[in-house]
């Protein structure tokens, strides 16, 4: 039977965009999720009275992103979160306003040096841990990159690979001598003519799902759930993607799902790509939605949220003060916080059960906000395998999967292991011309 010219596997965002955008240029194109549901880990679900984000809260606005939600008439529905709203640091149970006024002037003097320090020689790839150390101190590591790390990545800063994590701020040293230098130099000189993106934290009115259920409502009928692919095969100079009780063909694939899922399903065509797969991590992660009265605060909460400065201990990575950002999604009188727990520096902790979620949880909010009294849990979610990691030889792992599409003409790898982890990334990669 004759196929569609191209298959996207996996309906998260960077499935949906990239069928989108092969469609918009007339591409004859089939969408296969085995989900029920568009949009991977970017969920939102309403639960007694809240409107809850099951992954991503919100998302940076990006030109393209703002782009896509016009298109697919949903600028009406964006809203922004205050971006003079404050952002906190958890230290041994104390709050720090960013840009961290309680660091040392020994500290800040350190951080002001970068850039009269010598460059680094090449001697192999460093961790991300030892680069902000070395280029800015030990403080500014421990204070600065490791809550972030720990919070956005529900990474190790001392695993994470700097040239593959953060690429700019490597080159920017390689080819000025200094961090701040090489930032300010590759500042455009002149403004961009094109309109000011807004300001403050993009979502939607019902939440971040109706991106992708817009984009799949486009699709129509060139969007199936409920398939689960198992492999793809070569089917003479195209392909033959088998899943769901069938076989389809196609000139080419797309292979738009987690990493794990992509070594799955390319184990028999190209093994040196599934083992690179299979090597990134993706830690397990608690996202646990917990509820307080308003009164249980000594004081209203204001933020966008806080990290907390890793520890062995405690397995907190930090938390978005959901019901500052947006009010309406926690019905009157009550505070609505979304905590994350576990992540690379504590595995299997997300796999705790409730009670345990909930008590961390309390210890955590008691501690650092004040709360006195225990969270009503709303929700907990549970990601065997959350957030790809940009560990050590990443970038081989992405070189071997550049191979195996040079190899293998039809065959692409997109997703959040590839090209950055946020949803402006995602979509921006998704919808390059790169197949």
């Given at each position: 039977?004759?196929?569609?010219?191209?298959?996207?596997?996996?309906?998260?965002?960077?499935?949906l965009?990239?069928?989108r955008?092969?469609?918009?240029?007339?591409e004859?194109?089939?969408l296969l999720?085995?989900?029920?549901?568009?949009?991977?880990v970017?969920?939102?679900?309403?639960?007694?009275?809240?409107?809850?984000?099951l992954?991503?809260?919100t998302v940076r606005p990006?030109?393209?992103l703002?782009?896509?939600?016009?298109?697919?008439?949903?600028a009406?529905?964006?809203v922004?979160?205050?971006?003079?709203?404050?952002?906190?640091?958890e230290?041994?149970?104390?709050l720090?306003k960013i840009?961290?006024?309680?660091?040392?002037p020994?500290t800040?003097l350190?951080?002001a040096?970068?850039?009269f320090?010598?460059?680094r020689?090449?001697?192999g790839?460093?961790?991300?841990?030892d680069?902000?150390?070395r280029?800015?101190?030990?403080?500014?590591?421990?204070?600065?990159?490791?809550?972030?790390?720990?919070?956005?990545y529900a990474?190790?800063?001392?695993l994470?690979?700097?040239?593959?994590?953060f690429?700019?701020?490597v080159a920017?040293?390689?080819?000025?001598?200094?961090?701040v230098?090489?930032l300010l130099?590759?500042?455009?000189?002149?403004?961009?003519?094109?309109?000011?993106?807004?300001?403050?934290?993009?979502s939607?009115?019902r939440?971040?799902?109706?991106?992708?259920?817009a984009?799949?409502a486009?699709?129509g009928?060139?969007?199936r759930?409920?398939?689960?692919?198992?492999?793809?095969?070569?089917?003479?100079?195209?392909?033959?993607?088998?899943?769901?009780?069938?076989a389809?063909?196609?000139?080419?694939v797309?292979?738009a799902g987690?990493a794990r899922?992509?070594?799955?399903?390319?184990a028999?065509?190209a093994?040196?790509a599934?083992?690179?797969?299979?090597?990134?991590?993706a830690p397990?992660?608690?996202?646990?939605?917990?509820?307080?009265?308003?009164d249980a605060?000594?004081?209203?909460?204001?933020?966008f949220?806080h990290?907390?400065v890793?520890?062995?201990e405690?397995?907190v990575?930090?938390?978005?003060?959901?019901?500052?950002?947006f009010?309406?999604r926690?019905p009157?009188?009550t505070?609505?916080?979304?905590?994350?727990l576990g992540?690379?520096?504590?595995?299997?902790?997300?796999?705790r059960?409730?009670?345990?979620?909930a008590?961390?949880?309390?210890?955590d909010?008691?501690?650092?906000l004040g709360?006195r009294t225990?969270?009503?849990?709303?929700?907990?979610?549970?990601?065997?395998?959350?957030i790809?990691?940009?560990?050590?030889?990443?970038?081989?792992?992405?070189?071997t999967?550049?191979?195996?599409?040079?190899a293998?003409?039809?065959?692409?790898?997109?997703?959040?292991f590839?090209?950055g982890?946020?949803?402006?990334?995602v979509v921006?990669?998704a919808?390059?011309?790169?197949?």
């Open positions: 039977m004759s196929g569609p010219r191209t298959i996207v596997v996996g309906a998260g965002l960077s499935g965009v990239r069928a955008t092969l469609a918009a240029a007339g004859d194109v089939l999720e085995r989900g029920a549901e568009p949009g991977g970017v969920r939102t679900v309403e639960q007694d009275g809240f409107l809850l984000e992954g991503p809260n990006t030109a393209r703002i782009a896509l939600a016009g298109d697919l008439g949903l009406g529905e964006m922004f979160a205050d971006p003079k709203l404050p952002r906190f640091i230290d041994g149970g104390r720090r840009p961290f006024p309680a660091l040392s020994w800040l350190r951080a040096a970068e850039p320090l010598a460059r020689p090449s001697t790839e460093e961790s991300a841990y680069f902000v150390a280029r800015f101190g030990g403080g500014i590591a421990k204070y600065a990159l490791e809550p972030f790390v720990s919070g956005i990474g190790d800063a001392r994470l690979s700097a040239e593959a994590a690429p700019k701020i920017a040293e390689r080819e000025h001598g200094s961090v230098r090489g130099a590759s500042r455009p000189k002149t403004e961009p003519k094109a309109a000011p993106l807004p300001k403050g934290l993009l939607f009115r939440g971040l799902s109706a991106l992708p259920r984009i799949a486009g699709l009928e060139r969007f759930s409920g398939v689960e692919v198992e492999r793809i095969e070569r089917a003479g100079a195209g392909w033959r993607v088998i899943g769901g009780g069938e389809l063909s196609a000139d080419s797309v292979l987690s899922a992509a070594a799955r399903m390319v028999g065509v093994p040196e599934s083992r690179a797969l299979a090597e990134m991590a397990s992660l608690c996202v646990a939605h917990c509820a307080w009265p308003a605060f000594a004081r209203r909460l204001s933020g949220g990290l907390l890793p520890s062995e405690e397995i990575l930090g938390a978005v003060w959901t019901s500052a950002l009010p309406d926690a009157a009188g505070v609505l916080i979304t905590y994350f992540g690379r520096r504590h595995p299997g902790a997300a796999a059960d409730d009670a345990a979620i008590a961390a949880v309390d210890a909010a008691r501690r650092a709360a225990a969270p009503r849990l709303v929700r907990t979610t549970r990601y065997d395998a959350a790809p990691q940009y560990e050590a030889g990443h970038r081989a792992r992405l070189e999967l550049a191979e195996a599409e040079r293998l003409p039809g065959l692409a790898f997109i997703g959040n590839r090209g982890i946020s949803v402006g990334d921006d990669n919808a390059g011309s790169r197949r």
